[in-house]
């Protein structure tokens, strides 16, 4: 009954004891002496066999034919086995229930648990695992007391690591398998610290941790046959493309680029399986990396050497991808070429990146054995790839890390400012002096409007695009520069130094492969930025062709070498260009001034004309900034603490708060409201009717630029919605455009026809505060005459004949002038009674 009742784990344990106790009863009962005997006799005939080898000089032929015969002829004596030497009594077949519980003792016994209690013995602690004894972190990490105890380190790291009292990594899978690095470093520091060091051994041991987390958590998991990767971010160390050396060659590094070309998805071989091309017999499986490449040498069944042949159907595959990353155009130094690494993707991280997009890479960095490198250099050179390990677009990262919670309150604050706008434009590179109409302009493209896409079937583009045309010296191409620094993801080209396969995509042959693929272009890899294009004259007109679909339907198609494919190009297109003949001249229209055909005119929302006039006032204030700006810029100049502009512009938004300024208000979609249709339509007609004349034609685009102005202007003072403001914004930027494609004689006379729209979105707060002030006086007049002892320190207007008066100055809404600081400083608005009282404590003085 005792044994009926025993556990199967007592029954394996009194198996091994049945097993091993005659062995040591029959060595017990021999003589020490007969051992010793024994022992110095085979000795003496191991010399004597040694000597005489020795003396014979050709020795035995080993490989002749009649020793192999006589070697395995029969021999009833030696082929039998003696059955006083065999005892079978103690073996007992096990069950399958027995022979489970045994390999489950065993696994547990590997994994460092006690057999019968199933609790945790042998693991090392975090001190523990600190002291290394081992040659290498490598090899200290292999020994298996200190694999388990990383492995269960991590475990517990996973199921008990807390933030704001929240469990960070909670029991959703994709809360496991993406990690970050600096929780690692802060709650598990040697963990950490052995990662950077020896990633690809760690990350299979947080893989194996992760996976046990999970099944814990969800116990059908082990059913699906799923792995866990653990994905790491956020990792602290940030290295250049151009910055990989020897020193980072199998460590976790952290690069970033925009990928250039992206490989279709091979299989690769993870689990293989061969199959013995003699016997048949089944040979593995064996695990096979991206490092080694696995060689047999015999088979285990019948010890001959081959061949072997792989069993497909029993092989496991994974999927591999690969891409290049060139390092971003902002980090590019001077007068040198963007370098590039190839980055290999496996498993859930395929196609998760297409050319164009920028992205940060955390891998592994490691290096191959590449025979044409061998051959064409003469000595060994290993080619070096990346495997990456997690990636994360560049656009995700402006819209989450970047911008700081005191960031966001800094940006709200800004935008309640009533000047929000004025302050933006004369932000825009404030070492340039003047063009106003350009940094307005700028500014807005920066912004941009919203896309809209019409129940998935046809595009409208959001995104702004601007040509500047101009004398030279005019500051173009530092317009240009100060964009590609600004914009937080930018392409910077020239006319003569841009082909058009350089701007739309290439296609070229994979030397690995040999198959075709695609290569990104400039306006490819601007995609959701800016693309920058100096010397746009200089183009071709084939070269110029190309780009047409790019900048209306913002995409760009390709079919060659069998490649039918549409690749995204979202960006928006700011050109600068040269007059034919050298400067502009304003006797003839824009369209004859330009080297530029019709069809690429209509697809720019915004044209500058800029004119480098003699105006003797204007260039003595010109000249005067320039010398200051020179002597501010000396390398030795040191401004005072917290001055990061001259004196005068004391009230501009910094560069990096301006940048991140921009990135807010992307965020926002303004929908298009209060909108006075019948004026639109009014002044579409208009200016269809006036364009007759001459200058650039006039289509249905420049209402589309209208309305995208509009947004990007509501996005600057971050609305959610637009204003009558907003459009009287747009229709003057467009009007001004108009304008200055004109002969000089016919701008005067559009001006007058269209000067009640101008006058709109001029600064007009001045005006209105001379039109109170002078309305303030004649009433004092009227109540002197009256009576002259009246006070008159209160004095009541009522805002209708404020309205009134402003009509007779073609100013149609005072509404954002009652809500002006220069209003708020000098009188009160009573808005129920709708009354205007000076204020006491400030008197105006027109």
């Given at each position: 009954?005792?044994?009926?009742?025993?556990?199967?784990?007592?029954?394996?344990?009194?198996?091994?004891?049945?097993?091993?106790?005659?062995?040591?009863?029959?060595?017990?009962?021999?003589?020490?002496?007969?051992?010793?005997?024994?022992?110095?006799?085979?000795?003496?005939?191991?010399?004597?066999?040694?000597?005489?080898?020795?003396?014979?000089?050709?020795?035995?032929?080993?490989?002749?034919?009649?020793?192999?015969?006589?070697?395995?002829?029969?021999?009833?004596?030696?082929?039998?086995?003696?059955?006083?030497?065999?005892?079978?009594?103690?073996?007992?077949?096990?069950?399958p229930t027995i022979r489970r519980e045994a390999e489950l003792y065993m696994q547990r016994m590997e994994r460092g648990m006690d057999p019968d209690t199933d609790q945790s013995i042998g693991y090392m602690n975090l001190e523990e695992i600190s002291e290394i004894k081992?040659?290498?972190?490598?090899?200290?990490?292999?020994?298996?007391?200190?694999?388990?105890?990383?492995?269960?380190?991590?475990?517990?790291?996973?199921?008990?690591?807390?933030?704001?009292?929240?469990?960070?990594?909670?029991?959703?899978?994709?809360?496991?398998?993406?990690?970050?690095?600096?929780?690692?470093?802060?709650?598990?520091?040697?963990?950490?610290?052995?990662?950077?060091?020896?990633?690809?051994?760690?990350?299979?041991?947080?893989?194996?941790?992760?996976?046990?987390?999970?099944?814990?958590?969800?116990?059908?998991?082990?059913?699906?046959?799923?792995?866990?990767?653990?994905?790491?971010?956020?990792?602290?160390?940030?290295?250049?493309?151009?910055?990989?050396?020897?020193?980072?060659?199998?460590?976790?590094?952290?690069?970033?680029?925009?990928?250039?070309?992206?490989?279709?998805?091979?299989?690769?071989?993870?689990?293989?399986?061969?199959?013995?091309?003699?016997?048949?017999?089944?040979?593995?499986?064996?695990?096979?990396?991206?490092?080694?490449?696995?060689?047999?040498?015999?088979?285990?069944?019948?010890?001959?050497?081959?061949?072997?042949?792989?069993?497909?159907?029993?092989?496991?595959?994974?999927?591999?991808?690969?891409?290049?990353?060139?390092?971003?155009?902002?980090?590019?130094?001077?007068?040198?070429?963007?370098?590039?690494?190839?980055?290999?993707?496996?498993?859930?991280?395929?196609?998760?990146?297409?050319?164009?997009?920028?992205?940060?890479?955390?891998?592994?960095?490691?290096?191959?054995?590449?025979?044409?490198?061998?051959?064409?250099?003469?000595?060994?050179?290993?080619?070096?790839?990346?495997?990456?390990?997690?990636?994360?677009?560049?656009?995700?990262?402006?819209?989450?890390?970047?911008?700081?919670?005191?960031?966001?309150?800094?940006?709200?604050?800004?935008?309640?400012?009533?000047?929000?706008?004025?302050?933006?434009?004369?932000?825009?590179?404030?070492?340039?002096?003047?063009?106003?109409?350009?940094?307005?302009?700028?500014?807005?493209?920066?912004?941009?409007?919203?896309?809209?896409?019409?129940?998935?079937?046809?595009?409208?583009?959001?995104?702004?695009?601007?040509?500047?045309?101009?004398?030279?010296?005019?500051?173009?191409?530092?317009?240009?520069?100060?964009?590609?620094?600004?914009?937080?993801?930018?392409?910077?080209?020239?006319?003569?130094?841009?082909?058009?396969?350089?701007?739309?995509?290439?296609?070229?042959?994979?030397?690995?492969?040999?198959?075709?693929?695609?290569?990104?272009?400039?306006?490819?890899?601007?995609?959701?930025?800016?693309?920058?294009?100096?010397?746009?004259?200089?183009?071709?007109?084939?070269?110029?062709?190309?780009?047409?679909?790019?900048?209306?339907?913002q995409t760009i198609s390709i079919s060659k070498a069998g490649i039918n494919a549409t690749l995204n190009a979202r960006c928006a297109v700011i050109a600068a260009a040269n007059p034919i003949r050298g400067r502009y001249n304003t006797s003839i229209?824009?369209?004859?001034?330009?080297?530029?055909?019709?069809?690429?005119?209509?697809?720019?929302?915004?044209?500058?004309?800029?004119?480098?006039?003699?105006?003797?006032?204007?260039?003595?204030?010109?000249?005067?900034?320039?010398?200051?700006?020179?002597?501010?810029?000396?390398?030795?100049?040191?401004?005072?603490?917290?001055?990061?502009?001259?004196?005068?512009?004391?009230?501009?938004?910094?560069?990096?708060?301006?940048?991140?300024?921009?990135?807010?208000?992307?965020?926002?979609?303004?929908?298009?409201?209060?909108?006075?249709?019948?004026?639109?339509?009014?002044?579409?007609?208009?200016?269809?009717?006036?364009?007759?004349?001459?200058?650039?034609?006039?289509?249905?685009?420049?209402?589309?630029?209208?309305?995208?102005?509009?947004?990007?202007?509501?996005?600057?003072?971050?609305?959610?919605?637009?204003?009558?403001?907003?459009?009287?914004?747009?229709?003057?930027?467009?009007?001004?455009?108009?304008?200055?494609?004109?002969?000089?004689?016919?701008?005067?006379?559009?001006?007058?026809?269209?000067?009640?729209?101008?006058?709109?979105?001029?600064?007009?707060?001045?005006?209105?505060?001379?039109?109170?002030?002078?309305?303030?006086?004649?009433?004092?007049?009227?109540?002197?005459?009256?009576?002259?002892?009246?006070?008159?320190?209160?004095?009541?207007?009522?805002?209708?004949?404020?309205?009134?008066?402003?009509?007779?100055?073609?100013?149609?809404?005072?509404?954002?002038?009652?809500?002006?600081?220069?209003?708020?400083?000098?009188?009160?608005?009573?808005?129920?009674?709708?009354?205007?009282?000076?204020?006491?404590?400030?008197?105006?003085?027109?």
């Amino acid at each position: 009954m005792a044994n009926s009742e025993s556990s199967p784990s007592s029954q394996v344990r009194a198996q091994v004891a049945r097993d091993s106790s005659p062995q040591r009863d029959s060595l017990s009962q021999l003589n020490p002496s007969i051992l010793l005997s024994d022992i110095e006799e085979e000795e003496n005939l191991i010399e004597d066999d040694i000597v005489e080898v020795a003396d014979s000089e050709e020795g035995e032929n080993l490989f002749d034919p009649e020793i192999f015969e006589r070697d395995y002829q029969e021999d009833p004596r030696l082929d039998e086995y003696d059955p006083d030497f065999l005892n079978d009594e103690s073996q007992v077949s096990l069950s399958p229930t027995i022979r489970r519980e045994a390999e489950l003792y065993m696994q547990r016994m590997e994994r460092g648990m006690d057999p019968d209690t199933d609790q945790s013995i042998g693991y090392m602690n975090l001190e523990e695992i600190s002291e290394i004894k081992a040659l290498s972190v490598i090899e200290w990490i292999r020994i298996p007391v200190v694999r388990r105890g990383i492995y269960h380190q991590f475990g517990n790291f996973l199921k008990t690591y807390v933030e704001d009292g929240k469990l960070i990594y909670g029991p959703r899978i994709e809360e496991l398998t993406r990690v970050h690095f600096s929780h690692l470093k802060q709650n598990k520091s040697i963990l950490a610290l052995f990662l950077e060091e020896a990633p690809e051994e760690m990350l299979k041991i947080f893989d194996e941790a992760a996976y046990n987390v999970c099944v814990q958590n969800h116990s059908g998991y082990k059913h699906l046959g799923k792995e866990i990767r653990v994905r790491i971010t956020d990792f602290h160390s940030f290295c250049n493309i151009r910055d990989l050396r020897q020193t980072n060659l199998n460590r976790l590094v952290r690069v970033s680029g925009v990928i250039t070309r992206r490989t279709g998805v091979f299989p690769q071989l993870k689990y293989v399986k061969y199959n013995c091309g003699k016997c048949g017999g089944l040979l593995g499986p064996y695990t096979q990396d991206i490092q080694t490449e696995i060689k047999l040498n015999y088979c285990l069944h019948c010890q001959s050497k081959g061949p072997f042949i792989l069993n497909t159907e029993q092989t496991l595959y994974s999927d591999y991808q690969k891409i290049t990353l060139q390092e971003s155009p902002g980090t590019v130094p001077a007068g040198r070429l963007p370098r590039h690494r190839e980055v290999v993707l496996l498993g859930d991280l395929i196609d998760s990146a297409k050319p164009g997009e920028e992205i940060e890479v955390t891998g592994i960095y490691r290096n191959n054995f590449d025979v044409s490198l061998n051959i064409k250099n003469g000595f060994p050179v290993f080619a070096t790839i990346i495997e990456a390990n997690s990636i994360v677009k560049k656009e995700d990262l402006f819209e989450s890390n970047q911008l700081t919670e005191n960031d966001r309150i800094q940006i709200q604050n800004l935008a309640k400012d009533n000047k929000i706008g004025e302050k933006i434009f004369k932000s825009i590179a404030p070492s340039i002096y003047g063009h106003d109409d350009i940094k307005r302009a700028i500014s807005l493209s920066l912004f941009g409007g919203v896309p809209k896409n019409i129940q998935n079937k046809h595009r409208l583009r959001g995104d702004i695009n601007i040509l500047m045309l101009g004398d030279p010296g005019t500051a173009k191409s530092q317009f240009l520069k100060y964009i590609e620094k600004t914009a937080h993801r930018a392409i910077f080209t020239t006319g003569q130094g841009a082909s058009a396969v350089g701007l739309t995509a290439s296609v070229r042959k994979d030397q690995i492969t040999k198959e075709w693929t695609l290569e990104a272009g400039a306006l490819v890899l601007a995609d959701k930025g800016v693309c920058l294009i100096d010397e746009f004259d200089k183009m071709t007109d084939s070269d110029r062709t190309s780009i047409h679909e790019a900048m209306e339907q913002q995409t760009i198609s390709i079919s060659k070498a069998g490649i039918n494919a549409t690749l995204n190009a979202r960006c928006a297109v700011i050109a600068a260009a040269n007059p034919i003949r050298g400067r502009y001249n304003t006797s003839i229209p824009f369209s004859q001034n330009v080297d530029l055909t019709e069809p690429i005119l209509s697809r720019f929302d915004i044209l500058c004309v800029v004119k480098d006039t003699v105006d003797p006032s204007a260039d003595e204030i010109l000249a005067s900034f320039v010398v200051d700006s020179h002597m501010r810029s000396h390398p030795e100049e040191v401004l005072p603490e917290g001055d990061s502009f001259p004196p005068q512009n004391q009230n501009l938004i910094s560069q990096e708060l301006l940048r991140k300024y921009i990135i807010y208000a992307k965020q926002i979609t303004p929908q298009l409201t209060n909108l006075d249709e019948a004026m639109v339509s009014e002044l579409y007609s208009n200016l269809r009717k006036e364009a007759q004349s001459g200058g650039i034609p006039i289509t249905v685009r420049y209402l589309e630029s209208m309305l995208r102005l509009a947004e990007a202007h509501a996005r600057m003072h971050l609305r959610d919605y637009t204003d009558t403001n907003d459009l009287d914004v747009a229709i003057d930027i467009v009007l001004q455009s108009f304008f200055s494609s004109q002969k000089y004689s016919m701008a005067n006379k559009l001006k007058k026809v269209f000067a009640q729209y101008i006058n709109k979105t001029k600064d007009q707060h001045e005006l209105l505060l001379h039109v109170l002030n002078t309305l303030i006086r004649e009433k004092v007049r009227v109540q002197r005459a009256s009576n002259p002892n009246i006070n008159n320190e209160n004095v009541i207007i009522n805002v209708f004949d404020l309205r009134k008066q402003a009509k007779y100055h073609n100013i149609h809404s005072i509404d954002q002038f009652l809500k002006s600081d220069e209003f708020e400083k000098y009188f009160i608005w009573d808005k129920a009674q709708d009354i205007i009282a000076s204020n006491r404590n400030n008197i105006y003085d027109s």
